[in-house]
T-cell receptor, first 118, second 117 residues
C-alpha cells in the first residue's frame, strides 16, 4: 500500500502557542488529503478536506481560523493549530486519497500526531 | 447523507477461534465502496479489506472475509483463526464511488476486539 507520513508524532506546547503538523504522501501524489481528530476509544472525526492549490473545506463546527490548513503541493498538507488551548489536546490523523485502478478511491492514513497543550 | 452503524462496542474472542464483527449502513447511492479498517494500539489505521458494491462476490484477504448483503445494507467482517495481533479497534467505513469532493470515508463508531490467549 501507499505510505503517508506525519510529523511530529508527538508535540507538547504551552497554551497560546501555535503548532504545525505536516502530512506527506511519500510515494504518490495526492490532490486531496483529509484531517481527522480522534479522542480515546472513539471514531475518527473529519475536520476538513484539504485540496491542493485551493482552500480547504471544513466540516460543520470546525473553526477554520483556529485550524489552518495549507495544501501547497501534491505531496504535502499542513495543519496549524493556532493559539492552542488544553481543549485542543487530541490525536490528529491525516489521510491522503488515491484513485484505485478500476475505479473509486482509497484513503491511506498517517501514523497520527498526539498534541498535548499545557 | 450516509450513516454507518456499529452497534457492538466491544467483543472478545479466544485465540484461534472465529469472530464476526457487525456493520450496517444507510445510503441512497447505488455505487459505493465499503471498508474495514483496523487500528491497533499504535493507532496507525490499517486497511483490512475493501468491497465494491457492484460486486456480488464477497471480498476475502487471507483470514479476513466479509459478508456483504447489499439489500439488507449489511457488511460484516469475519476473522478466522484469530491471532493476538488482531487485538485492535475495528472501523467499518463507507465511501461514495464518485471522484469528486464527496468521495470521502464515513466511519462507524468502531468496535474494540480483544483476542484472549
Amino acid at each position: 500500500g501507499a505510505v503517508v507520513s506525519q510529523h511530529p508524532s508527538r508535540v507538547i506546547c504551552k497554551s497560546g502557542t501555535s503548532v504545525k503538523i505536516e502530512c506527506r504522501s511519500l510515494d504518490f501524489q495526492a490532490t486531496t488529503m483529509f484531517w481527522y481528530r480522534q479522542f480515546p476509544k472513539q471514531s475518527l472525526m473529519l475536520m476538513a478536506t484539504s485540496n491542493e492549490g485551493s482552500k480547504a473545506t471544513y466540516e460543520q463546527g470546525v473553526e477554520k481560523d483556529k485550524f489552518l490548513i495549507n495544501h501547497a503541493s501534491l505531496t504535502l498538507s499542513t495543519l496549524t493549530v493556532t493559539s492552542a488551548h488544553p481543549e485542543d489536546s487530541s490525536f490528529y490523523i491525516c489521510s491522503a486519497r488515491r484513485p484505485i485502478a478500476g475505479g473509486g478511491n482509497e484513503q491511506f492514513f498517517g501514523p497520527g500526531t498526539r498534541l498535548t497543550v499545557l | 447523507a450516509q450513516t454507518v452503524t456499529q452497534s457492538q462496542p466491544e467483543m472478545s474472542v479466544q485465540e484461534a477461534e472465529t469472530v464476526t464483527l457487525s456493520c450496517t449502513y444507510d445510503t441512497s447511492e447505488s455505487n459505493y465502496y465499503l471498508f474495514w479498517y483496523k487500528q491497533p494500539p499504535s493507532r496507525q489505521m490499517i486497511l483490512v479489506i475493501r468491497q465494491e458494491a457492484y460486486k456480488q462476490q464477497n471480498a476475502t484477504e487471507n483470514r479476513f472475509s466479509v459478508n456483504f448483503q447489499k439489500a439488507a445494507k449489511s457488511f460484516s467482517l469475519k476473522i478466522s483463526d484469530s491471532q493476538l495481533g488482531d487485538t485492535a479497534m475495528y472501523f467499518c467505513a463507507f465511501m461514495k464511488s464518485s471522484t469528486g469532493a464527496n468521495s470521502k470515508l464515513t466511519f462507524g463508531k468502531g468496535i474494540t476486539l480483544s483476542v484472549r490467549p
